[in-house]
């Protein structure tokens, strides 16, 4: 090889060189931009789902936080209408003196488990539509031992 040819097959493989070092390099920037591009989006995936998973905790709270607030006088009512029951069902009401307070009572008792379920059921059926976010029960918001278990709103 002579060298001006020489001169010319170097100078064209160092332009093959650049080329192919520009091309790479401008691949490995497509690359690298699809690869942030995937990363954002698999970080707002992981931000939604995060969300989703702190919502649905809160839900959960929120659905305890209603139980223990309505469990103790649901039970008590219940406990009063059960007993109530077996009075009357042992023969207690109707085939001994029947007074005013033993009628009174026992409509009472009926009135008192249908009310505080029926408290219960709107209350869970305001929470579910969204119109009602449930109150905290903190002892700060508790005002009586007959207004301990019912909601704020509720309380006078």
Known sequence: MTPPTATIVVGILGLVGVLLSVWANVRLRQTDRRATQEVENL?????????IRAEGRSKRAEAEATVSRYREPLL???FDLQARVFNIRRGGLFYSDTTSYQIDHALYVFAQYFGWREVIRQEIHLWLSGRLRLPDSSPSNLSGSHTRCLP???VV
């Not at 970080?43 to 969300?51: F, G, S």
């Open 152 to 154: 704020r709103h509720l």
């Open 76 to 78: 008590g009512a219940a």
């Open 43 to 51: 970080q707002l995936a992981l931000a939604e789902a995060k969300e």
